[in-house]
């Protein structure tokens, strides 16, 4: 029965001041903030031809499952990262943990994904560390991330035409593969020294990747990294000593950074490629989920950008958005933003174990030399794939000698100090291929002298399937 009477709580309206609006505003705050999950389902099961999508979430106890999954699938690598350059793994995980978080946030949750260690950090800290200690790596590491940050910004109001414009295929995919192959030296010392554990982390690694099916097909670098570990143990290369010294629970191990000019540019390569890293993510996890994301290539990039500036800030690496957690959504069709939340909570719950950090610590440079025989090598070819994928064509000279280049000057690995600033094999890999690919197309265009490809009339070239490893 209704009436007329104002008093009825029916039909009383609160006024614009009344407390009782408050709670109204809550469900736009959590949407803002990429929280406001909605339960998929009966919270316990996926029908058929479903997925869970970033804005909906299973029951808490499923959630986390997938969370713990998504820890896993990221661990590997993001502790191997900081045991490679010297930095303290803890703190990595924090910042790790912090960026994750920061990243759903500033996405509003509408891309999924974990930030984890980048590779592409290895060469410019290692050489930082030579020179100046963790101080001046940090301060690389820092303004990498405030570039970041600013070419997000562009992004978000420019869109990525410009980037496409000074990164096409061949100069990206260039730019890519000739980190991985610069890295390849790091390797050899432990080929040399501690051979049967350096190949035993690498056949673990590849046999782990094809013999396995579902998760454990997805951690081969963790499973390689332990039955290396394992090999190391036997022959007596771990020391446990610091793992006794060190504490159950404690803050990590913080660090101020150092800005020192003359390494800085070492740093500036590793902007473009997070960059190509965070738009090939989003643009995956947009077909993957059927949504169009292209508007969150901006803030994708911020929100690292500022991630990888915190954790310079702090005693972390920078951060990546990273391929490994894709393909647990895959498998597991779960979208959803909670587990990464989940899995956020997680690493900054580790980085508050110094013994774990100590543990991780004690890996022998055999197995990190096996991991990164797998790792360096990847990160090259995945530069190759940028190629075929886009079907860039060799028989342009352009394309040729710009990648040819890029790739000899990266390898040769030299260093320049050019006005008290030093620039190394990555570098000046970099700004080779950039340079010669921009300065011969001007001239050829200029002159009416841009290739064409060497038979016309031949059949194009088309790659093969890709396999299970991508």
Request: charged fraction near 10%; proline fraction near 6%.
């Amino acid at each position: 029965m209704t009436t007329n009477d104002p008093h009825t709580p029916a039909d009383r309206t609160p006024g614009p001041d009344s407390p009782r609006r408050r709670p109204a505003s809550r469900p736009a705050l959590t949407r803002r903030l990429g929280i406001g999950w909605t339960v998929h389902g009966d919270g316990r099961r996926i029908a058929p031809g479903e997925v869970v999508a970033p804005d909906e979430r299973l029951g808490w106890p499923q959630t986390i499952g997938v969370g713990v999954q998504h820890v896993m699938a990221m661990f590997g690598a993001t502790v191997l990262v900081p045991t490679i350059t010297g930095f303290p793994v803890t703190a990595s995980l924090f910042f790790s943990g912090v960026g994750t978080l920061l990243f759903l946030v500033i996405t509003a949750g509408r891309v999924p994904s974990y930030l984890g260690s980048s590779f592409a950090f290895i060469a410019p800290i290692s050489a930082a560390m030579n020179q100046h200690g963790i101080g001046g790596a940090l301060g690389g590491v820092l303004v990498t991330g405030v570039a970041l940050f600013l070419v997000g910004l562009v992004v978000q109001r420019a869109g990525v035409g410009w980037i496409h414009a000074l990164m096409p295929p061949v100069v990206m995919g260039t730019i890519v593969a000739l980190i991985g192959l610069n890295l390849a030296g790091s390797t050899t010392q432990a080929m040399v020294d501690v051979p049967l554990t350096t190949f035993s982390t690498t056949l673990a690694i590849v046999v782990a990747a094809v013999l396995f099916k579902g998760l454990l097909g997805r951690l081969s670098i963790l499973l390689g990294i332990i039955v290396g570990y394992l090999v190391a143990l036997v022959q007596g290369q771990v020391d446990f000593a610091p793992v006794g010294q060190a504490a159950w629970v404690g803050l990590p191990p913080f660090h101020a950074p150092e800005f020192h000019w003359n390494v800085l540019f070492l740093f500036l390569p590793v902007v473009l490629v997070l960059v190509a890293e965070n738009i090939g993510h989003v643009k995956t996890v947009g077909l993957m989920t059927g949504r169009d994301l292209e508007g969150s290539y901006g803030r994708a990039l911020m929100a690292d950008g500022l991630s990888t500036t915190l954790s310079g800030a702090g005693g972390g690496v920078g951060t990546t958005t990273y391929a490994e957690n894709i393909g647990v959504m895959a498998s597991s069709r779960v979208y959803s933003t909670a587990a990464y939340w989940v899995a956020g909570c997680t690493a900054l719950a580790l980085a508050f174990l110094p013994k774990f950090g100590a543990l991780i610590n004690t890996i022998p440079a055999g197995v990190l030399g096996g991991a990164g025989i797998i790792l360096y090598g990847m990160i090259g070819v995945m530069g190759v794939r940028i190629w075929v994928q886009n079907s860039v064509d060799f028989s342009n000279t352009i394309n040729l000698m710009a990648a040819g280049t890029g790739l000899i000057v990266a390898i040769a690995n030299p260093t320049l100090d050019l006005g008290g600033m030093q620039f190394g094999g990555i570098a000046l890999g970099t700004a080779m291929v950039l340079v010669v690919f921009h300065l011969m197309t001007f001239i050829a265009r200029w002159r009416g002298t841009e290739p064409v490809p060497a038979d016309p009339d031949g059949e194009p070239y088309e790659s093969a399937e890709p396999g299970r490893l991508g």
